[in-house]
């Protein structure tokens, strides 16, 4: 699988969780359509950094002087690292106040849990 086909992957996958976030009547849903959602952000920039005949940024062949070699960008890779980090804690979060929802409306349906509130 090349770089190209992991982009249009990660493309695909991107708005397929944003059509099915924006259409999901539970919230349960809504939390797996984010997670999915940011699964595709992370594999896209991932996508982005990746070549045939890029060597990672540590290690011996990096260093030695007498080659010139193709050396990945570590910033994109960190910042996904991060975005990671910031998604799982996200989830996390989600998933109490899906917890907390559920205990005090006895349902997960947006619709249900809208008109309680509004009237």
Do not use: C
Request: glycine residues 6%; hydrophobic residues 55%.
């Amino acid at each position: 699988m090349n770089f190209q086909t992991v982009e249009l992957f990660a493309v695909i996958l991107f708005f397929v969780s944003f059509y099915g976030l924006i259409t999901s009547k539970k919230a349960l849903k809504s939390i797996v359509f984010t997670l999915l959602l940011q699964t595709a952000v992370v594999m896209f920039f991932l996508g982005i950094g990746y070549g045939e005949n890029i060597l990672p940024p540590i290690g011996e062949n990096v260093l030695s002087p007498d080659s010139v070699a193709f050396v990945a960008d570590p910033l994109p890779q960190a910042l996904m690292l991060t975005a990671i980090i910031i998604g799982v804690s996200v989830s996390a979060i989600n998933i109490v106040m899906l917890t907390t929802l559920f205990r005090k409306h006895k349902t997960t349906d947006w619709d249900v849990i809208k008109k309680e509130n509004m009237g």
